[in-house]
């Protein structure tokens, strides 16, 4: 089927073929065929790189040349803004696009003069239950990668944002795009959906196993060149010497940046200079926007044609990175996992060195095959190379045949819905309530009998724990449950003002209720309420995520516990040991942050807790958006402790001290420059205005202080700094 004869505008038409998409893929013509432009549910499973972007763009196309509005939710911030830069591409013909990743408890209501906004399935929720005004206008939903349904961490949100968004626009189209998993048929008629099913792959891609001196195909070997006593590595000298890339998956981010050292001093040999002189670039880059001990590590394996790439990374290393593979300078990236569930970046051959991954009840386990098949996927770059290949390594014969039975020739899983838990429901429940999806017990049952979880299993099982939620909602002052004036048979449920604040928050009612009784106590216990006071109440909840605690963490932890015991409130007894060291968790997490609003260094902080620079950001904003919520819920208590928390918030958002909070309010002036400033004088905007030029160029070099200036509004007459063009802001400078 050719691309022209669709029913969408011609312009658009000619703006595909001229980027090379003439006839549509297999599986995206079955689409068509199925009603896609007809605004038919579907769902559709299938591989990595088949097309699934261009279906969901032709379903919104058409939806918007009909005068409808296009939600597109992704489970990642990071792959928002990636499909937001792709849609932006349709802003000639007049398709407005948005993005919605600010705070989660804003409406965001002047994103809806957008035609397609994009947004995660979190920032949905959030705007749901914030009452957006543009949501009901919605007319297609598009769900990218629906199968995380199954993920502990993301699936319930996701699944209970499709429910609601059904029960809000039952006559919008769903577009579900999905991973290939064992039971999409069931996920597609839970939708009321069509299901477009296929292995089909615009790249062929051969999945096999090394083992011995060759990588064993079904029905066909490779030798490869035995040049180093690592496996792996010989492998990606092979990929390399044939013009190709390496993504390598490794289990933990230790054995990524190990394995890239390893490989590096071996690809550095088969360089040319050009490519050198090139990768050098990079990898200043990389050294200059990092403190850290890690970006000289991976400055240094870049320069030999390798990196690796993990959460750990701040967000310049990690786009560095991917722009430099991209643009094929960067041979191999040794990644984590995590790297295949996000972002697109193809290569010839995928090598799974680890198939392994690391559970805290049962120790190493085998990954799932949905995992396996995740990663393996990301092989072959489309219209690029000939064909993708994915290789599991194996030790002994046995391990061989388990992974050629296990891995290669086996079809994923089914995936699973994990509503039915108490943490996953106590949110959602009382959300449907303070938004009024529900207003008595039956209508709750009756709308999680709507999610996947009631369609898969049953749905008097959720009955049981949406009871328990309601008794935690009750008891904790969130939900009041009384009889209806007009029918005393019936009973009411309602949020209450404490409720209805923590659910447009967006927190766990469980941290919610942690936060509140903090405060009650504070003033009763006579504990005195510092800064790591409420650092420390906000690590206790359960939307942080704690830090680990090593060996060597004990002394240092306990005795600043010990130290500071008048700035804790129920500190637990050190004789019941779990409890104990669960605190521990929580004030090591606390006294990360506190050197961070302190403005400990980056470089040290990694170094305290063991950490890498991206990390301290991850924290740094689970705990400003915790942080924002206990200032709101104690405004609304009338507690005295707002001020302070909102300071905090404020300090964590830049990781600076009060004093500073002006400076680095600028564009430009992250919290390391803008200590130097203030230290230097120019503690104020004000004082800036009036800056001698010389001085300041001093202090952070002419071109940063030209851009200063210009962001502060001053018109910069010297001659010498107007030809200085204006560059953008790194976070940490
Ligand atoms: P998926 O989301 O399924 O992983 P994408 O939608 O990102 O895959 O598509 C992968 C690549 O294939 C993109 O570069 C896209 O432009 C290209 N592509 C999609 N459909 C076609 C087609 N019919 N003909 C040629 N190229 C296509």
Redesign the pocket.
Known sequence: MM?RELDIPEDIIGF?ED???????PP?AEAIEMGLLEKKNLLAA???????????ELAMIKAIREGGKALYIVPLRALASEKFE?FRELAPFGIKVGISTGDLDSRADWLGANDIIVATSEKTDSLLRNGTSWMDEITTVVV?EIHLLDSKNRGPTLEVTITKLMRLNPNAQVLA?SATVGNAREMADWLGAGLVLSEWR?TDLHEGVFFGEAINFPGSQKKIDRLDKDDAVNLVLDTIRAEGQCLVFESSRRNCAGFAKTASSKVAKILDNDAKIKLAGIADEVESTGETDTAIVLGNCIRKGVAFHHAGLNSSHRKLVENGFRQNLIKLISSTPTLAAGL?LPARRVIIRSYRRFDSNFGMQPIPVLEYKQMA?RAGR??LDPYGESVLIAKTYDEFAQLMENYVEADAEDIWSKLGTENALRTHVLSTIVNGFASTRQELFDFFGATFFAYQQDAWMLEEVINDCLEFLIDNDMVSETEDIEDASKLLLRGTRLGGLISMLYIDPLSGSKIVDGFRDAGKDAVKVTDMTLLHLVCSTPDMRQLYLRNTDYTIVNDYIVAHNDEFHDIPNQFKETDYEWFMGEVKTAMLLEEWVSEVSAEDITRHFNVGEGDIHALADTSEWLMHAAAKLAELLGVEYSSHAYSLEKRIRYGAGLDLMELVGIKGVGRVRARKLYNAGFVSVAKLKGADMSILSKLVGPKVAYNILSGIGVRVKDKHFESIPISSNTLDT
């Open positions: 691309i595909y980027s090379g998409i003439k006839e549509l893929y995206q299938i591989p990595t790189a088949s097309g699934k972007t261009l279906l969901a792709r990218d795009l615009p697109n996927g489309p219209h």
